[in-house]
């Protein structure tokens, strides 16, 4: 279990009982994106400008996004999620955090999913704070961070703007988690970006992701509003 500096620190005076048991930390299987998937995350990398914060999310089109950016700098991260592609990134000097408006020098998140070697980056690692997830994706924290880039994923959208990650129809495939807090909080940052990024088709080919209106069932994960 890496330690991580930040909010999650518990006073051992607060505490009734431990219990102390070895178990290895789930690690992420590598997941290497497809030709399509490289593709689109190259395009949207193009959109992420030198000097950016960043929130990239869960799945392989926010891995492929993050693949492309090593020719950036001075990127920032303030986020919910860490992962294997943001540990890459601080390894090669591309996300050193040194344009943040908010804990400028610190990648900031709260909570991470990788591989070990993630893990062992992370542990006591000065330059990384977690912190709750009520102040990672305040509306108000967000959108504090100048140029703030909010990259993430649909699996609809329909031609009103209203777009969604959980479900499509009544079958869910994840929960809201934070994309919807990112959309709006770096829509209202100076210079933010509110991204979001996902094929035209299914992945057989058989089926538009891109749809008049939303399937009957499926969650507005983003409302029209939120959609620009």
């Known amino acids: 279990m890496p330690y991580i500096y930040g909010e999650g620190i518990a006073n051992l005076q607060d505490v009734d009982y431990v219990i102390v048991k070895d178990e290895p ?17 190259r395009n949207v990398a193009r959109l992420v400008e030198d000097g950016a914060t960043i929130r990239v999310g869960w ?26 592609g943001v540990a890459e990134l601080m390894r090669e000097g591309v996300l050193d955090n040194s344009r943040k408006s908010l804990d400028p020098g610190i990648a900031v998140a709260s909570f991470a999913v990788g591989k ?33 880039t909010a990259i993430n994923t649909a699996l609809e959208i329909d031609l009103t703007g209203q777009a969604t990650a959980e479900s499509l129809g009544g079958r869910f495939y994840s929960g809201v988690g934070g994309e919807a807090d990112f959309m709006r909080g770096s829509a209202l940052a100076v210079g ?21 209106q939303l399937s009957p069932g499926a969650s507005a994960t983003f409302h029209r509003g939120d959609v620009s």
Not at 59 to 84: E, I, N, Q, W, Y
Not at 123 to 144: C, E, G, Q, R, W
């Open 116 to 148: 070990r070697a993630t893990y062992e980056f992370l542990h006591k690692n000065p330059d990384v704070i977690f912190k709750t997830i009520d102040s990672t994706n305040s509306l108000s924290v967000i959108a504090s961070q100048r140029n703030m």
């Open 25 to 41: 930390l789930l690690e992420h299987e590598e997941y290497v994106p497809e030709y399509l998937v490289q593709k689109i995350g």
């Open 59 to 84: 799945g392989g089109m926010p891995d492929a996004v993050l693949s492309h950016l090593s020719d950036k700098r001075h990127l920032g991260l303030h986020s919910d999620l860490f992962t294997d």
């Open 192 to 212: 933010g970006k509110p991204i979001l990024a996902l094929p035209s088709l299914s992945n057989d080919g058989l089926s538009s992701r891109i749809v008049p």
